[in-house]
């Protein structure tokens, strides 16, 4: 895996990450009953995204180790995920 596989992989895992993270503990508007005028009820009241950032990096670090080491120690290949064995090579003979 080389340096630009390495960083499109964490900013895969980190967006992942954060589409999960940012509705968890989320007060909207509604729940807290301070509406602002022209807005959904269902939009956040407070949103603390500095928290949620931070604790994504730290769970996307993780799992881009993770998943960077089952790829550079080729514990899984593509050639495992293979199930209709499309990747063997042609018999020439």
């Known amino acids: 895996m080389g340096p630009t596989s390495a960083i499109v992989l964490y900013a895969v895992i980190w967006f992942l990450t954060l589409f999960i993270v940012l509705p968890i503990r989320l007060k909207t508007q509604g729940d807290v009953g301070e ?17 949620k950032t931070l604790i994504t ?6 799992l881009w180790a993770i998943i960077a080491g089952i790829i550079l120690t080729e514990t899984i290949t593509v050639r495992d995920l293979d199930w209709f064995n499309r990747m063997s090579q042609p018999d020439l003979n």
């Open 35 to 51: 509406i602002v005028p022209g807005t959904h009820a269902g939009a956040p009241a407070v949103t603390n995204l500095k928290k």
């Open 57 to 62: 990096t730290v769970i996307a670090a993780v």
